[in-house]
């Protein structure tokens, strides 16, 4: 199976995601491409952070670059494609600016190399993305930076692809744990029914807020939930029906709020996607056999999992042993190696 198997014809904006840093997300974005450019297909990218260099400059350990075929469209700061190979014409200005200067989408005329410093805000991404589907993209890809997994927020992309591999850790049963473990929060189910159009109304405010079973509301004047969880918890009662949290939800609030009220039992502390839930794996559990409920107000649509065998940092997992094992556990939706196939 390809890559471009589970995109084409079915999807018009989809974010890669990684596990970690150098999981492979960039080589997964040059196999679609690649794949899209032997079908003749115009496809979209652009990045939320900077992407495409040639050198990590935090690991100082070298990178995939970014290759671009003729008619691939571009979302990028107009001052990195003095830095590409690739022959780029500009179709139209954006108006959103970003550190390296204004985003510019544009259309290759020359296959190379290029670099990809997109809008900083999902509004503009999505506006961008959709500007480069008028334009005559069949699909968009995002690609992300380190720890932004915010590009796989569903008010930008209908289809995610997570990325995992070496990269995280030596230990390939940890590997398997941490992929399996982000498996489970990305795909979280969605709010009650009943509910949804509340706490879609609340999550625009970004207000932590509560809803009771009469549906009525209070607004919890914390910015944050960090360090506030046994605040919270005082407003917490036995009709509390779900708690909003607009922003990350972390172990610490979650350990806070399990000690402080007995009454979470009956309640269901809602984020935006699962992409706001930094707990580890062991703690997950542990909160969940204490009655720990999660639910999402957006739900994400995973439709694959890539593997990268090889790590920057000069060790690497034998191909065909990690393959099998995440799909040993990985049983619902496509994982394919992005180096060897399959």
């Known amino acids: 199976m390809q890559l471009l198997d589970l995109i084409k014809e079915q999807y018009k904006i989809i974010s890669i995601i990684g596990m970690s840093k150098n999981a492979g997300k960039t080589t997964t974005l040059n196999e679609i491409i690649t794949e899209a450019y032997e079908e003749d297909i115009p496809i979209g990218i652009s990045s939320i952070g900077r992407d495409g260099e040639s050198l990590d400059i935090v ?16 979302a990028t700061a107009q001052s990195l494609l003095l830095l590409s190979d690739a022959n780029v014409e500009i179709m139209m200005t954006t108006n959103y600016r970003t550190p390296l200067g204004e985003v510019v989408i544009g259309k290759v005329r020359s296959a190379g190399y290029i670099q990809l410093a997109g809008p900083q805000t999902l509004k503009e991404m999505k506006k961008v993305s959709e500007d480069m589907l008028n334009l005559g993209a069949k699909f968009v890809i995002i690609d992300g930076s380190l720890d932004r997994k915010s590009q796989a927020a569903p008010a930008i992309s209908d289809a995610t692809i997570l990325a995992t591999g070496a990269a995280i850790s030596r230990d390939l049963n940890r590997v398997v744990e941490e992929t399996l473990h982000t498996i489970s929060l990305l795909r979280l189910k969605k709010v009650e029914d009943k509910y949804e159009n509340i706490l879609k109304s ?35 009662k036995e009709n509390s029906r779900y708690l909003l949290i607009p922003g990350s939800l972390v172990k610490s609030t979650i350990s806070e709020l399990l000690s402080s009220t007995h009454h979470y039992k009956n309640l269901t502390i809602a984020v ?51 393959l099998k094992k995440m799909k040993s556990y990985i049983k619902d939706i496509p994982v394919i190696d992005i180096m060897i196939g399959g």
């Open 59 to 74: 690991t100082e350990t070298e990178k995939p670059k970014i290759w671009v075929s003729e008619n691939t469209y571009v």
């Open 272 to 322: 935006s996607d699962g992409t706001k839930i930094f707990i580890p794996p062991k703690d997950y559990l542990h909160f969940l056999k204490m009655g720990l409920k999660l639910e999402v107000v957006y739900p994400i649509n995973l439709i694959g999992v890539t593997v990268n065998p090889y790590s920057p940092y000069g060790y690497y997992f034998e191909p065909e042993e990690l």
């Open 202 to 236: 609340l999550l625009e405010e970004s207000t932590i807020a509560i809803v009771d079973e009469d549906f009525k509301i209070e607004r919890l004047k914390y910015k944050t939930a960090l360090g506030k969880g046994r605040e919270i918890s005082e407003h917490i």
